[in-house]
């Protein structure tokens, strides 16, 4: 839906980038920057507005609108690639590098002509960046580990940028003439929290139009392989994309086998073994004996069900499918019905403009109650994180216009929440008194990332044991493939989350996936309940839930361990049933 605004954003957010790279105006470069931000999060498709709708977008000037519609009309904007042509684009990933701002990406490049993050490295190994002016003593030091977390993402990408882009493709493909089934598999069919490279199944009696097509995707930037049964091409995105095409007869064995994971098809296939079978991607088989060795009779694999059925298995939902014991609970009757979209009633934790938010109160209410949502928390951030100026005074005006709000929503409770700081020493924002008026508290680390293991675990486990604090927010406080999780005793974080009735969060921004499905096996282990939360920050960003969603499918939830499952009631119980 809002492909073309996150278009735009990255454009813009490119552009405040050469500005700084180039050395421009700082304060240009924040507010396209702020601007690129704001069309992300817009609640319309920006290619329908015109200089003056695009002016009322939060932070979008004239001159930025003008680049807009520029780049609507005719696909680029001169000004971006006037700097283009200052910058080669490796600059702008060594940019990228945490610990890696853009004057020292523009210094490297100045001084030492380093380009990519290739020659970085080098020169960082080969202790050429040591006599560099304006290069801090441990800055080499630094540079290698930042690659070193980049790299740890190794070329994958995000789920929601992998889902948008098979989405489009499966869209494409299946209106090529012969297209009987298209669907993509592989670790996004899994919701996999990122992406290595895309497998898309089609079924065609004849693969060649399909082949040819996948080849001429305007988001095509090279074709790798090109044969009868399988097209790799890489997208101008950079995202490999696996495209083969099977006879509609085996689309079941197919979509099994290519969905995986590969210890989930290893396990079907020594199941297949012990009953006499043969699993492959082409079907289930009879193993013929003596001289027909490999050529017996198909007995599965027009549909996954068919396949799974004839392996005495009931279908295994693919978010499943990791082989963490689901192919021996599946027979037993043990598999759990695992938690939907449509069974969330409400997210707990949301922001408005009032803080770092770019929507107002009114539209982020308007877009919940539009969800059909049966109650939903506001949680701006609290005083302690100091960029957003938030005071008692301004948390009290808006608990009074929500509760005025709230009376317009007859179907949605709203309630009046905060996100807390969890401080150095598991301390929160505000005294018991000014928690006691909030609905909602979640309580989140924002800061002191790297203290060490035993200051972090001693910091989340106050927090739970604080009475007002309900949720700990994004847990461990990774951003996948930028910064690595908190070192912390999880286990004892978890206990204490049982045993004080706190929940512990699944924030859904795709960017977190916070707890991540390892991280919730292990706490439901211990009893804990979970919300699945989205962390808005604007109206479009409600929808991320289907990540959170999939990411507690793949920690094994049911509907009952999710708290914003639950009706108004017994979640309102659950709140002031804290116990410490
Ligand atoms: P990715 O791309 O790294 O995010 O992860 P996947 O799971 O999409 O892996 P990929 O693209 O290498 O292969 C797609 C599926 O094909 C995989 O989930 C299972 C199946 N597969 C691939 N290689 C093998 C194999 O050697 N044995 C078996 N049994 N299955 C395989
Ligand atoms: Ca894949
Ligand atoms: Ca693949
Ligand atoms: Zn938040």
């Known amino acids: 839906m809002a492909r073309l605004n996150d278009e735009v954003a990255a454009l813009l957010q490119e552009y405040a980038d050469l500005i700084l790279l180039t050395g421009g105006d700082a304060f240009r470069a924040r507010s396209y920057e702020k601007a690129a931000r704001s069309v992300g999060g817009y609640h319309k498709d920006i290619g329908g507005l015109d200089l ?31 700097l283009r042509a200052k910058v080669p684009p490796g600059v702008r990933e060594i940019m990228a590098i945490p610990t890696v701002g853009p004057k020292t990406a523009a210094l490297l490049h100045a001084e030492l002509g380093i380009s990519s993050v290739e020659e970085l490295l080098e020169a960082a190994k080969a202790e050429r960046l040591g006599g560099l002016r304006g290069l801090g003593e441990r800055t080499a030091e630094n540079i290698v580990h930042g690659i070193e977390v980049l790299r740890q993402s190794g070329g994958r990408v995000l789920l929601n940028v992998a889902l948008e882009q098979a989405e489009e493709i499966v869209a494409a493909l299946a209106d090529v003439p012969g297209c009987l089934r298209c669907a993509y598999a592989g670790s996004l069919r899994r919701m996999r929290e990122t992406i290595g490279d895309l497998d898309v199944l089609a079924a065609a009696e004849d693969s060649a139009p399909l082949m040819a097509a996948v080849a001429g995707l305007p988001d095509v930037a090279e074709v790798l392989v090109r044969g009868a049964t399988k097209t790799s091409v890489r997208t101008v995105q950079g995202v490999q994309v696996d495209l083969r095409v099977v006879p509609p007869e085996d689309w079941g064995a197919a979509m099994v086998y290519f969905t995986g994971s590969k210890a989930h098809n290893i396990r079907l296939r020594s199941r297949a073994v012990k009953a006499g079978l043969r699993l492959s991607e082409y079907g289930l088989f009879e193993v013929g004996s003596g001289a027909k060795a490999g050529s017996g009779a198909k007995v599965a694999s027009a549909t996954e069900e068919e ?185 004892a974080v978890y206990a204490a989350c049982a045993r004080t009735g706190t929940a512990l969060e699944i924030n859904a921004s795709p960017e977190r996936l916070d707890l991540g499905d390892e991280q919730i096996l292990a706490a439901r282990r211990h009893g804990v309940r979970f919300a699945v939360n989205t962390d808005a920050h604007s109206t479009v960003h409600l929808a991320n839930l289907r990540y959170g969603i999939a990411t507690a499918q793949r920690g094994w939830l049911g509907k009952d361990e999710v708290i914003n499952t639950w009706p108004l009631r017994r979640l309102q119980g659950f709140l002031r049933g804290k116990r410490v």
């Open 307 to 491: 396949v799974y059925r004839a392996l005495g298995l009931p279908w295994i939902p693919p978010t499943l499918r990791e082989d963490r014991g689901e192919i021996d609970a599946a027979p037993a009757g043990e598999l759990p019905e695992p938690v939907t979209e449509q069974d969330i009633r409400g997210d707990l934790h949301t922001h408005t403009d009032l803080t770092d938010g770019l929507a107002t109160l009114e539209q982020m209410l308007e877009a919940a109650a539009d969800r059909g949502y049966k109650y939903c928390a506001v949680t701006d951030h609290a005083p302690d994180l100091a960029m957003q100026r938030m005071t008692d005074e301004k948390m009290l005006v808006q608990r009074q216009r929500i509760r005025e709000l709230d009376r317009h929503y007859r179907g949605m409770r709203v309630l009046h929440g905060t996100e807390l700081n969890i401080g150095p020493d598991g301390g929160v924002d505000w005294p018991a008194e000014f928690l006691a008026g909030f609905d909602l508290c979640v309580a989140s680390i924002h800061s002191h990332f790297g203290a060490d293991r035993e200051t972090q675990t001693r910091r989340l486990i106050r927090a739970c044991e604080n009475p007002y604090v309900h949720i700990i927010g994004h847990p461990t406080t990774r951003l996948l493939g930028r910064r690595p999780a908190i070192d912390a005793d999880f286990d």
């Open 52 to 82: 003056k709708g695009l002016q009322e977008i939060p932070g979008v000037g004239k001159s930025t609108a003008e680049k807009i519609t520029e780049y609507l009309g005719t696909g680029r904007v001169a000004a971006v690639e006037k």
